[in-house]
């Protein structure tokens, strides 16, 4: 859109003429004023001020519209990669590319601990931590791996909460399938720069387990009265939980941590990388998440 200078005296003149000419073709001719001459100039910069709007706006919805579609590219790169167990080295690099062009979109803006608050799921990784129980569940037949999460907890805070790192997995036919049982690894974390936060671990706990059918049938069977003792079993395996803690006990020394870089932070999309070659996470917006 070519903006025309307020002082332009061509504008004036020719909105000047506009305003003769209509008067002549109406019978009603008036001569030319400092009111009139005030009133056109009024008249221009409240266009031009509402032109300038429509621009701002124009520019707004194009940049989303143009964040929207770099974000469905990522997902489309990583999309058949089984979360990044099934990559090669071009694809890699394409998905690095795509990646690094969604992150320049809020590149420098600080965290906002609200947005960040909830439950992200993992759609994408190249963490060697988190590719290690893909490669196992891949080749043992008895191991499978189901959804993983990442639950913040910082609504309320100011610089800093809790993550608590979900990985859902299973040991069929003695567990349901892909959910027989969570693992959770439990950190506190402080934002210690614009995007860096610091992860301190706390406590690793295996909970949530759910036995199969068949295994249920073995310890209670269905077809022969359920004794205190094999309900008690079945009870006992249902509330199990083993804590682990993983906190640093000698005085000055700070737990078991690590920097992670959050590089791309919106309502449904979040980018994070593990400082220090430690991989890139692709997450997206779930459901709320009870531990």
């Not at 009133?39 to 032109?51: H, P």
């Not at 621009?55 to 579609?69: C, G, I, M, P, Y």
């Not at 694809?91 to 947005?115: C, F, H, T, W």
């Not at 960040?116 to 990784?125: F, H, N, V």
Request: charged share 20%; proline share 4%; with cysteine.
């Amino acid at each position: 859109m070519l903006l025309i200078r307020y002082h332009s005296p061509t504008v004036i003149e020719m909105a000047l003429a506009f305003a003769t000419s209509f008067h002549l073709a109406t019978g009603r001719v008036k001569p030319l004023t400092c009111s009139n001459i005030n009133a056109t100039r009024k008249l221009y910069s409240q266009m031009k001020v509402s032109g300038s709007a429509t621009v701002a706006v124009d520019r707004t919805q194009v940049s989303e519209f143009e964040l929207e579609n770099k974000k469905h590219d990522l997902l489309s790169t990583i999309q058949g990669t089984q979360r990044g167990h099934n990559t090669n080295a071009d694809q890699r690099s394409i998905i690095e590319e795509a990646l690094v062009g969604l992150e320049g979109y809020n590149m420098g803006e600080p965290i906002d601990l609200v947005k960040l608050d909830g439950t992200w799921r993992l759609q994408y990784t190249s963490a060697p931590d988190v590719l290690v129980l893909f490669e196992a569940a891949a080749r043992l037949p008895f191991f499978k791996v189901g959804q993983i999460f990442q639950k913040f907890e910082c609504r309320d805070k100011l610089d800093g909460g809790v993550i608590h790192n979900v990985v859902r997995w299973s040991v069929p036919p003695l567990l349901e399938k892909e959910e027989g049982a969570t693992l959770v690894v439990s950190a506190k974390f402080d934002v210690v720069s614009v995007r860096n936060i610091y992860l301190q671990f706390e406590e690793i706990t295996v909970q949530n387990i759910y036995i199969s059918e068949e295994l249920q049938a073995l310890i209670a069977p269905a077809i022969l009265p359920r004794s205190f003792l094999s309900l008690q079993i079945l009870q006992f395996i249902r509330a199990f939980k083993a804590q682990i803690p993983v906190t640093n006990t000698t005085p000055g020394r700070r737990s078991v941590g690590g920097l992670y870089y959050l590089s791309y932070l919106d309502n449904n999309m979040l980018l994070g990388r593990a400082v220090g070659g430690g991989g890139v996470f692709v997450f997206t917006k779930a459901q709320p998440l009870e531990l």
